[in-house]
C-alpha cells in the first residue's frame, strides 16, 4: 500500500502535466477553430485510432520490428567492437576514426542508399540504417565502461593470477554494465528514429514512414497524427523495457537502488 | 620465529621509466614464519612499491625475491599470499558473501564448502548479518573488515598489506588493529604491513623496517618487543612509548624531516594497469 502510494506520488507530476497539455490543446483546437490539417484535436486522433485502429497498428508493428532488428545489430557490433577495442588498444588507433565517422552520417543521406543497396521494400535496408545509428553510442559507452575499471580491482585480480578472460568476465564486464546500458537506452530511440526516417525515402507499402507520407499526401492528417502517437507509444515501450531489464540485472547498482526516494 | 623466510629479499633495486626514478634501492630483507613486519616510512620511499614486488605485481629492476621457497611469480600463481590495499577493493556488484568468496570461486571450490568457509570468515570479521548487503551500504571499517577477510578466505601462509587503515579515522583504525592482531594470532600467517602511522607499527608489529626518503633504502629495523596478546593497555605502557620515539628517531635520521606528499609514488604504483 505505502509503496503504491509512493509510486502515485512519483508519478503524479508527469500525469498532471500529460492531462493538462492534452487538455490545453484540445481546448485550443476546438476553442481558436484550427484547422485540421494545421492540428487535429487529440480527440479527433484518438477516433481515428478506434476506426483505423487495426491498420494503424500492423504498420507501426512492422516498423517497429525494424527498429528492433537494426537495434540487435547494431549494438552487437556496437558492444563486439568495443571489446576488441578495449582488448587491442591498437585497434583503438585503427578503427576509432571510422567508427566516429559512422557516427557523424547524416542518416538522412544515407537513408537513399542504403535502399540501393538492400533493396528498397525489404527490411533490411531499414535495419542498417537503425543499426548504423544505435552503432555509435553503445561502442562509445561500452568501451568507457570497460578501460574505467580501477587499477587496483585489477592488481587483486592479478595477485589471484586470474587469467585476462576471468578478469573480463568477473571485472571489466560487470563494471562495464551500467554504461552499456546507458548506451543501449540512447540506442532504442534512435533506432525507431532510423526505421522511420529510412521508410521515408521509399519501403514496403505497409510500413510506418511509408504510411505516414501516403496520408499526408492525401491530406489524412488525423491518420498521420494517430500513427506518429503509435510511434512515441512504441518507442516509449521499447525504452521501457530496456531500463526494465536494467533494473533486474543491476539490483546491486546504487543508481537503481537509489531511482526511489525514500 | 624459526624456519626459512616467508619473504627473502637480496639486494632489490626497482627503477621506473626511463627518467630513471629509483624506488628502491639495495633492499635486503627476511621475513621468518608468524612474523608481523611492518615497513614505514615517509610518502614516496618505495614502501608500497616492495610490497608490491613481494606480490608479483611489480617486477623488481634487479635483485632476487624468494617468497615461500620460490620465485615470487611462481608465489602469486600458486595463490601463497592474500593481499589487502588502501582501498577495500570490493567489487560493488558483488555481495560481501560473494567478495569474500572471490578468490575461492576462482580455486574452483564447490558451492557448499565456499559457503562454510564465508560463514566463518564473516564470524571472524563480526560481520554477521552483513552477508547480503552490498559494498556501498557499509561504512569504510566495514568494507576493509570485508576485503580481509576476503585475503583470509583461502587461508594463504603470508598476508601483505598496503595501509589497509589509512584512510580510516583514528577510533575505527585502533580498533580495527585489535582485531587484525587477534587474526593474526588465531591464523599463525606472516603479515607484511605498510603503514604512515608510528603508533600503529609499533602497536602492532614484531619488527618494524624503516625506510629511507627516495630512494627507498631500510634505514634501521626496529625489534618490538612488547609481550604478546597486547591490547588496549598495551599502548599505555612506558615501553610502548619508547619504541614509538626509537621508531621516529631512526625516521628523522632517514630524511624523514617534513610530511609533504612526495609526487609519483601513486602514479608509478598505478601504472601497473594490464592492458
New interface residues.
Partial sequence: MRRLRRLAWEWLPAIVVFVLGIGIWEGAVQGLDVENFLLPAPTDIVRTLGTDGGELWDAAFFTFREAVGGFVIGCSLGFLAAVAIARW?TLQAAVMPYAIAAGAIPIIAFAPITNNWFGITGMTSKMVIAAVLCFFPVLVNTMRGLTS????????M?????D?L??FR??RL??A?PYVFSGLKVATVLAMIGAIVGDYFGGAPGALGVQIRRWVGIFAFDQAWAAIVLASVLGIAFYGSVALVERLT?G???SV?GARPE | MSGSPVVSLRNVTKTFGAAGVTAVQSIDLDVRPGEFVSLIGPSGCGKSTLL?IV?D?VEPTSGEVVVNGKSARQA????D???V?Q?A?L?????VAKNIA??LE?LKWDRAKRAARVAELIDLVELQGFAEH?P?QLSGGMQQRVSIARALSFSPALLLMDEPFGALDEMTRERLNGELLRIWEASGSTIVFVTHSISEAVFLSTRVVVMSRRPGRIAAIVDVDLPQPRNADTREEPRFFELVTAVRDRLREGGHDDDRTAPGEGELV?A????
Avoid: C, K
Fill in positions: 588498444r575499471v580501477h587499477p587496483s580491482q585489477i592488481e587483486l592479478r595477485s589471484y593470477a586470474a585476462e576471468t578478469v568477473r571485472v560487470p563494471n554494465l543491476m546491486w547498482h546504487p537502488r | 608490491r606480490g605485481l602469486r600463481l600458486d595463490r599470499y592474500g593481499i590495499f582501498d577493493v567489487y560493488d556488484w558483488r555481495t572471490l578468490p576462482l552490498h556501498w598505478g601497473e594497469e594490464t592492458p
